[in-house]
């Protein structure tokens, strides 16, 4: 049997998320844990307009769940510390012959970060592959599905800093990661990029994902994040990336064309410079999920979705309530491919 993970434009079943729990990294306050849960619930709204949406929700959460959600939403009930799906739930893949496969990868806080517990997200992979009904694929690796993009057809790109984080996989060489991630999500070409951006590098990052950096958006196509302003920290470093990239092919041995996305003119927020990136998006059946920021730049990053993404309505939810608790809308969204 061969698993793959499908391209995120592939049909897709449902989108799981997971509802902000008391009392977590999430929200720290009343008006905090408010904030997060009115913010991830206009995200599951949003995507309810085009697909089913299921929302774990920690058990004792349950009846204010439903105070922020409506009906279209299904609520499970999973033991939750964070809500950030991408990250504490399994990658879905599919087989040649129409079985659905739930990778559970190994989680453990972003790579041990103080701020975080995970004695219960760490079982909440298994679950999910068990009522989404999916064969599960149990994992040794530490890793989060933040940290990979793909092509369906082979192609991850990965950080250096993420699964070969000594708090993640100290052991691991990168030949070890590829073959690990070739039996589990069928990639056959591996692209190391070297880290992620600042803002994630610090508290409350994941120390490199590469969902905020570079996605695909077709095959051969890459769209990645581009700093413009030359005080912001990532400046440099998105232009070292965007180069790496360049001299890089796909697992068919294509040259890519890269699409830069400009980053939001916002530079800062109360607390440091921000890594606001409209690349943390959600692709579903005929639309896009996407990140606002009130930002003057909003309307080209629409439009660069647009022309990346034909066909699909590009819908924009604010999600700087969200990236200031250390994700985007990809981040805590997971999608599970139709078979």
């Known amino acids: ?14 989108i799981w998320m997971a509802f902000p729990p008391e009392r977590s990294s ?20 949003a995507v309810a307009e085009f697909e089913p949406v299921t929302m774990v929700v920690d058990p004792p959460d349950i009846a204010a ?3 922020y959600l409506s009906a279209a939403i299904d609520l499970v009930e999973v033991p939750l510390d964070d809500a950030r799906m991408r990250d504490i739930g399994p990658t879905f893949v599919t087989d040649d012959g129409g079985r659905l496969g739930g990778v559970d990868w190994v989680f453990n806080g972003w790579g ?20 989404s009904g999916a064969e599960l694929l149990d994992s040794p690796l530490v890793n989060e599905g933040g940290g990979i993009q793909v092509d369906g057809l082979g192609t991850v790109l990965v950080t ?9 996989n100290p052991h691991r060489t990168k030949a070890d990661v590829e073959a690990e991630l070739a039996r589990t999500i069928g990639a056959t070409h591996v692209i190391w990029l070297p880290r992620g951006l ?32 030359p005080s912001h920290p990532d400046f440099p470093i998105t232009a070292d990336i965007i180069a790496m990239l360049a001299g890089t092919r796909d697992a068919q041995g294509r040259a890519w064309d890269i699409v830069e996305v400009p980053a939001p003119d916002t530079l800062r927020d109360e607390l440091d410079w921000v890594d606001y990136s409209y690349i943390n998006h959600l692709v579903v059946n ?8 009130e930002d003057p730049a909003d309307a080209g990053a629409r439009r660069i979705l647009e022309q990346a993404y ?6 924009m939810v604010d999600a700087r309530p969200i990236f200031a608790r250390g994700g985007g809308i990809h981040c805590i969204t997971q999608h599970q491919p139709a078979v």
């Open 286 to 293: 005929g639309g896009v999920i996407a990140c606002s920021f």
């Open 112 to 131: 041990q970060q103080d701020w975080a517990t995970w004695d219960k997200d760490s079982g909440v992979g298994a679950e999910v592959v068990r009522l």
């Open 198 to 229: 600042t803002r994630d590098s610090q508290e409350l990052g994941t120390r490199g994902h590469v969902d905020i950096v570079a996605a695909i958006p077709s095959p051969g196509v890459l769209l990645v994040h581009s700093q413009r302003n």
């Open 160 to 168: 250096e800093t993420v699964q070969l984080d000594k708090f993640r």
């Open 65 to 67: 769940a439903r105070t």
């Open 26 to 45: 999430i929200g720290h306050t009343a008006e905090e844990t408010h904030e997060a849960r009115t913010a991830w619930a206009a995200v599951a709204h």
């Open 310 to 315: 034909p066909g699909r309505k590009v819908v």
């Open 1 to 14: 049997m061969s698993w793959i993970m499908p391209s995120e434009t592939a049909p897709q079943e449902r």
